[in-house]
C-alpha cells in the first residue's frame, strides 16, 4: 500500500515522456497543480518508451497497445514515479493492476488536421490532385480517408511533429494529417491548413484530452489530481474509452468516435472502418451524462450488429500476418 503521508511532507513525482509534446503537456499539469497546492512540491521525471525509440516501422506492426505508456506505469508501480501525463488517446482503455486513471483535463480541439506543403496551399483535402502523397502513421485516419478520397496516395510517416513537419516542407509528402490539439500545444496552430470536419475524419478516443495515471491505492494524491478534471470533458471521454475497450480495439484499429454534451445530454458516435475503407459501419446514441460509459457499450453493441465485429477479426488477423 502506498504511506500517505501529510501534504506538506510529499515531494509528488510527475513521470513523462521525452518527446517536446509530452514536455509540454506535463509541465502544464504540474503549473496547475502548483497553483492548486502551493506547499507541495512537484518534480518531473522523464522517461524513454517503446514507441519513442521505435521510429522505423509503422505503428500498427508494433501491435503493442501500451506502446506510449509502458514505461511510465513500470515506473509508477516500481514507486520511481507518482502519476504520469498522458495523451488519453495513447493509453490503453484497460489499465494494469494497482494503476488507475484519475483525473482527465480539459479537452482542446480534438479535431484532425490537414497540413500541406507550401504548393498545395490553394487545396482542401477534397481538391488535393490524384497521386498526392498524404502522410499518416494512423490507421484510423488511413481508413476514413481512403474511403472518402481513394484517389489520395497515402504513405506512413513517424517521428515527432517537427521531424514530420520537416519531411513535408522537403518535399517527402504533399500534405499531413495531424492532431490540431498538437499543433496548437506546440504553438505551431498557423500549420493548420484546413479542421477535417467529423464528416470526414471521425477522431481518435480521448483525443485532445490529457489522462492523469497513477497508483490506485494513493487516495491523497487521486484527490490532488481530481483539482485539474474537467467534468465535460471526463463524461465524453469516459464514453469514448468505454466504446473503444467494448471493441477490443487499440489506439491503432480503425475505431473513430465524435461526442458532445448539451446539458446532461452525452451524444456519440463511432466508426468502425476497414483498412481499405471499403467497410464502414457507423452509429450514434444519445444519453444523460450520468450513463457515459453505458452509452459507449450501447453503441459498440449497435456496431457489432452491424458487421464490426467481422471488419475488426479481418484486421486483426492482418497484423498478426505482419503484414
Known sequence: MTSVVSSSQRTIRIGS???QLALVQTYWVQEQLQKSFPQIKFEVHTMATQGDKILDVALAKI????????ELEL????????????SLKDL???????????????????ADALVVHEKFKDKQIDTLPPGAIVGTSSLRRLAQLRHHF???EFKDVRGNLNTRLSKLDAGEYDALILAVAGLERLGMGDRVHQVLPASVSLHAVGQGAL?????ADDIELISMLKAIEHPQTRD???????????LEGGCQVPIG??????????????????????????????GTTADAEKLGTELANRLRQQGAQSILEEIFKTIQRGS
Do not use: Y
Open 150 to 152: 481513394p484517389h489520395l
Open 236 to 246: 465524453r471521454c469516459l464514453a469514448e474509452r468505454a466504446f473503444l475497450r467494448d
Open 211 to 215: 489522462g492523469i495515471e497513477c497508483r
Open 257 to 286: 468516435v465524435n461526442t458532445a454534451v448539451s446539458g446532461d445530454t452525452l451524444t456519440l458516435s463511432g466508426i468502425v472502418a476497414s483498412v481499405d475503407g471499403q467497410n464502414l459501419v457507423q452509429d450514434t446514441v444519445s
Open 75 to 86: 515506473g509508477m508501480l516500481n514507486q520511481e514515479i507518482d502519476f504520469a501525463v498522458h
Open 17 to 19: 515522456r521525452k518527446s
Open 92 to 110: 490503453p482503455t484497460r489499465l494494469p493492476e494497482g494503476l488507475a486513471l484519475a483525473a482527465i483535463t480539459e479537452r482542446e480541439n480534438p
Open 63 to 70: 501491435g503493442d497497445k501500451g506502446l506510449f505508456t509502458k
